[in-house]
């Protein structure tokens, strides 16, 4: 099923990342994401629905500090934590700060805080 086109969808992310194949492999195994070449040999990803693409940028600084934040919804945070952990990530905040909402935030490889988000069941 393509993605959905409609305004004011969030569509593109551009993601500071030190090692490209290094950032890539770490959100294809922990996400399950999506990894391709664009036709102009940047490395491309699409998440885990098809819904939201994007491309790995070198000579950006990391988004180190918690200001504008994005969260990863997943089905087990407790489970992806641990994916995060085994493929170099760190856990930044662990599950339960946010309670009731199970979530959790790390660092991925190249420095980036992320949110994991599970859906109350």
């Not at 180190?64 to 089905?75: F, N, P």
Request: proline content about 7%.
């Amino acid at each position: 099923m393509p993605p959905t086109m409609a305004n004011g969808k969030i569509c593109y992310i551009e993601m500071p990342a030190t090692d490209i194949r290094r950032a890539a492999d770490f959100y294809k195994s922990v996400f399950g994401w999506n990894i391709r070449q664009r036709g102009d040999g940047s490395t491309s990803f699409d998440d885990g629905v098809n819904e939201v693409s994007g491309a790995f940028v070198l000579g950006r600084p990391p988004s180190s500090e918690v200001g504008m934040l994005v969260y990863i919804l997943v089905d087990n945070v407790a489970a992806t934590v641990d994916k995060v952990v085994a493929e170099g990530g760190e856990i930044v905040q662990p599950i339960g700060a946010d309670a009731p909402e199970i979530t959790a935030r790390f660092r991925d490889p190249a420095g980036n805080v992320l949110g994991l988000y599970q859906h109350p069941a």
